[in-house]
Structures are given as structure tokens and as C-alpha cells.
């Protein structure tokens, strides 16, 4: 079974700081990993998309990595700013269009 | 932002009763996915769907029904609500193109308490 897996739960950084979100899988056999960012009581918001035969995503300040063979994702975001806090999810699909979610790191960006 | 719209947003209910949620799609999509979202379980698949009256079940499904008699209707029912049923429910779309499966974009949820 997939077990996905996301570490830190919670981080705090100052405005302006490099944000570094991990996130590991346990079955390398995937189609793509997605993240997410949801903010407080509302729903969940697509950022990136990583297909398996891609290494990277690139969005304005983001950027995702994908290692399948280590099962390993990392978003990056750059200069981060307080509009950046939220909970950042992701999440791997493998057979079956199914989506397996790690439990969200909640970031805090302290102006 | 995609076009997926919830009903009710909010519910409260009691134990027993029968509740349906809606979900509502604009964007033509093949693919249609309901989950839960609890605190210390993250979000977990329910039920499926592939294509109109074809679905399928999730990690989650024990107490959950769902149907799909056309493209963009995608209605979750719990026949009789238990306490544990409380949590928040997302619906979920997406497409398969070219052998890539997309994105799934998300709804804005129902939040649902079970008294």
C-alpha cells in the first residue's frame, strides 16, 4: 500500500526566506505526484503537477522536483512572503487514477 | 479555477438520517472523486467515479453510496449518518489526456456534522 509521508507537520520562516517542502512516497511505481496548497477552511488549490517521466515543474516562484527512483518530491518557493502560509499538501497517483495524500506540512510566514 | 461547485456547503444533521451531497462539474470531465478530510487521517478516497453510472470504490467507502447518472452530477449519500461520518467532504475532478492523467482540481467542500 502507498503510504505517503510529509516533513516537517508545521515550519515557520521570515518573510523573504527560501521555503523547502519534502515529501516522500513508499511505491516508486507512480503516473505523477501533484501539490496543493489549502488555506484555512476552504478547499484545495493544484499548484504543480509532476509527471513520472518528468525530473521538474516550474511555476513563477515554485518549483517541484521529482526523484521517483529514492521516492522523493520537493517543492521549492522562492522569497517567500506572509501570502504564502497555508498547509501544502501532495500527493502521488498510481493505478487506478487514485490519489494518495501525505498528511500537509502548515507553514507559517512571518512578516 | 475550475468549475466544481458543492451542496450544501455546510450540514449538520443527526445520527440515523439520510444525507446526499452534491457535486456539480462545468468542465466536461471524465473523471469524478469524493473524499474525506479528517484531522490526524489527511484526505481519503471514498468513491470513484469513471464515467456516467460507472464507479468504483475508494480506500474509505464502508457507509457511503454514491451515484452518477450524468457528466457533471457526482452525488455522495450516506444512507444513515454516524457520528464518525462528521468531517469534511471534497469532490475532485479530472481527465485523462493523451495517456497522462491530469490534475485533479478540487471543490470547495461540505462541511458535515453529524450530531
Known amino acids: 500500500k502507498q503510504e505517503v509521508t510529509q516533513i516537517p507537520a508545521a515550519l515557520s520562516v521570515p518573510e523573504g526566506e527560501n521555503l523547502v517542502l519534502n515529501c516522500s512516497f513508499t511505491d516508486s511505481a507512480i503516473y505523477n505526484l501533484q501539490w496543493f496548497r489549502q488555506d484555512p477552511g476552504k478547499g484545495l488549490t493544484s499548484l504543480l503537477l509532476i509527471q513520472s517521466s518528468q525530473r521538474e515543474q516550474t511555476s513563477g516562484r515554485l518549483n517541484a522536483s521529482l526523484d521517483k527512483s529514492s521516492g522523493r518530491s520537493t517543492l521549492y518557493i522562492a522569497a517567500s512572503q506572509p501570502g504564502d502560509s497555508a498547509t501544502y499538501l501532495c500527493?502521488?497517483?498510481?493505478?487506478?487514477?487514485?490519489?494518495?495524500f501525505g498528511g500537509g506540512t502548515r507553514v507559517l510566514v512571518k512578516p | 479555477d475550475a468549475g466544481i461547485t458543492q451542496s450544501p456547503r455546510h450540514k449538520v444533521t443527526e445520527t440515523g438520517t439520510p444525507v446526499t451531497l452534491r457535486c456539480h462539474q462545468t468542465?466536461?470531465?471524465?473523471?469524478m472523486y469524493w473524499y474525506r478530510q479528517d484531522p490526524g487521517h489527511g484526505l481519503r478516497l471514498i468513491h470513484y467515479?469513471?464515467?456516467?453510472?460507472?464507479?468504483d470504490k475508494g480506500e474509505v467507502s464502508d457507509g457511503y453510496s454514491v451515484s452518477r447518472s450524468k457528466t457533471e452530477d457526482f452525488l455522495l449519500t450516506l444512507e444513515s449518518a454516524t457520528s464518525s461520518q462528521t468531517s469534511v467532504y471534497f469532490c475532485?475532478?479530472?481527465?485523462?489526456?493523451?495517456?497522462?492523467?491530469?490534475?485533479?482540481?478540487f471543490g470547495p467542500g461540505t462541511r458535515l456534522t453529524v450530531l
Open positions: 475532485a475532478i479530472s481527465e485523462l489526456m493523451q495517456s497522462s492523467y491530469n490534475e485533479q482540481f
Open positions: 468542465e466536461n470531465h471524465r473523471y
Open positions: 500527493a502521488v497517483m498510481a493505478a487506478g487514477n487514485k490519489l494518495t
Open positions: 467515479s469513471y464515467g456516467v453510472k460507472d464507479t
